[in-house]
Each structure stands twice: as structure tokens, then as C-alpha cells.
């Protein structure tokens, strides 16, 4: 039996039938507290996956996307890769009218939420890496145009993988 506090839980209301239905457990509210139960302690995890990312403000379609094992979901704790003023690393995270944060997501074809003092991603296992660095990158004061540089590089090199795995183009 896992518990997870949620800051707002009428997400989880919603579709809580729906989340019970598709990861095989039993969701009981206590308030903001959330006790997953089911004698599965394999889906158990999984839905403490699931739950954890919903938590943190993903909604239950993007959470979903964890029962998958191609999607990872990695939480970045940004006082853990920079002593700097919490208000202007977020800053910077966001950019101007969420500039940054949605280059990144689609560069990376992730999903990032930022919070107060963490950031969290659902993102391809392939894609995860590069997400992630990236994000620590801004976080440590990288300007923009680097971050995203390395990313269009990283999206390069994977195209050019692809391309060499289908024998399209010849490795020399």
C-alpha cells in the first residue's frame, strides 16, 4: 500500500475510474492523500508511477503514457545543479511566454512541467538523456541558443542512425 499526497486532486477525480480501470488497482482519497492498494506489487509501482507524475501536475493522458516502457519519467531537483537565485533559474527554464520550455518539448517531443523548486519530464527513453541534460544545462546558466543547439545536434545524430540502420546511408 503506497501513499502520495496531491497538492490539487480534481484531476485525479475525474478520471480516477478510468486510472483504476487501466492500471489494475484500487485508488482510495483521504483528503489530499491518495493510498493505491492492490496485491499486484508490480502494478502497484507502476501506478505509483503513474500517481507520483500526476502529483507533480501531468495530466492522467500524459501519466498514462509511463504503463508504457518507452516513456520515462525523470524529476530534476534544480538546487541539486546550481546555487543561483531559484526565481531566475525558472526564468530562465520558462523563457519568454514559455519560449524555452516549449522549444525544448518539441526539439525533444517530451512533456516538462516546472515547479517551484523541481522540474519533471515524461519523455521517450531515447529522448530522455537529452532532454534532461539540456534542462540541468539551463539550469547551471548555458545560454539558450547552446541548449538548443545541442538538441538539434542530438536530433541530427538519431536521424542519421536511422537512416544508417535502414541502409540508406552508407557508413564509411
Known amino acids: 500500500m503506497q501513499q502520495i499526497t496531491f497538492k490539487h486532486t480534481s484531476e485525479l477525480k475525474r478520471t480516477k475510474e478510468e486510472l483504476e480501470n487501466k492500471l489494475g488497482i484500487k485508488i482510495n482519497l483521504k483528503g489530499r492523500t491518495v493510498i493505491i492498494d492492490s496485491p499486484d506489487t508490480f ?14 501536475g501531468f495530466s492522467a493522458s500524459k501519466a498514462l503514457l509511463l504503463l508504457d516502457e518507452e516513456y520515462i519519467f525523470e524529476e530534476i531537483r534544480i538546487k541539486d545543479h546550481t546555487k543561483r537565485d531559484l526565481k531566475s533559474v525558472l526564468s530562465r527554464l520558462i523563457g519568454t511566454h514559455g519560449k524555452t520550455k516549449n522549444t525544448i518539448e518539441s526539439l525533444t517531443s517530451g512533456d516538462i512541467i516546472i515547479g517551484e523548486n523541481k522540474v519533471c519530464l515524461i519523455a521517450l527513453a531515447e529522448e530522455i538523456d537529452a532532454a534532461s541534460t539540456a534542462i540541468k544545462n539551463l ?20 536521424k542519421t542512425e536511422a537512416l544508417n540502420d535502414f541502409g540508406i546511408i552508407k557508413k564509411e
Open 43 to 56: 502494478k502497484e509501482y507502476e501506478a505509483q508511477r503513474v500517481l507520483e507524475a500526476m502529483a507533480f
Open 139 to 158: 539550469i547551471r546558466g548555458t545560454k539558450q541558443s547552446k541548449v538548443y543547439n545541442y538538441l538539434e545536434k542530438h536530433n541530427t545524430k538519431k
